[in-house]
Every structure is written in structure tokens, then in C-alpha cells.
């Protein structure tokens, strides 16, 4: 794979894992739940979806098992991710020198 297409393709994975990062926030943040209704109660329950991510996480070579960072609307940052990347990229161009 050329050298650019690899950064191209490790900046869209980053964009992947920051979206399931918040995607799984969410959906832990609700999960269990109890939802009133006119007559019943429901809880909310977002295993099946939570451990969906979770894979998909894996697959991209993520450890769920570290701390996730909860994302903070609107603030600026730099995912784990992002800086997995970037680092890696500056490493390439520096070995290409």
C-alpha cells in the first residue's frame, strides 16, 4: 500500500472509532434506564448494540478494556486514536526521509 493511502486510510479508521466511541458512550449512558409510560415501565436495555461496538472496536485493533474517555460536546480534542495515527504517520515520514 503507498504511503498516502495508508495515512488516508488510518485518518478514516480515527473518524470510525471516535463515532463508535461516542456511539457506545450513549448507549451506556442510557442503558438500564427506566422509562415511564401512561401504564408501564420499560427499561432500557442496549446490551446486544453496546457489544456490537465493542467487536467492531476489537476488529480495529482497539482495547475496550482501557479507560474510555466519556466525549465532551463542542470541546476540542484529540482522540486516543487521532494521536495513535498521527504519531504513526510522523514516524513513516520521518523513516522516508
Known sequence: M?????????ERDAK???????????????????VHSEREQL???????????DTALRLL???IDDPMIAPTPGARRSSRSTR??????SMCNRDRS
Do not use: C
Not at 427499561?43 to 461496538?53: A, G, L, R, V, W
Not at 495513535?84 to 504517520?89: D, E, G, H, N, S
Open 43 to 53: 427499561k432500557m436495555d442496549f446490551s446486544p448494540q453496546i457489544e456490537q461496538i
Open 84 to 89: 495513535l495515527f498521527a504519531r504513526l504517520a
Open 2 to 10: 503507498e504511503f498516502d493511502a495508508f495515512i488516508r486510510q488510518a
Open 61 to 63: 485493533g482497539i482495547d
Open 16 to 34: 470510525v472509532v471516535d463515532a463508535l466511541y461516542i456511539a457506545r458512550h450513549m448507549l451506556a449512558t442510557y442503558h438500564g434506564l427506566i
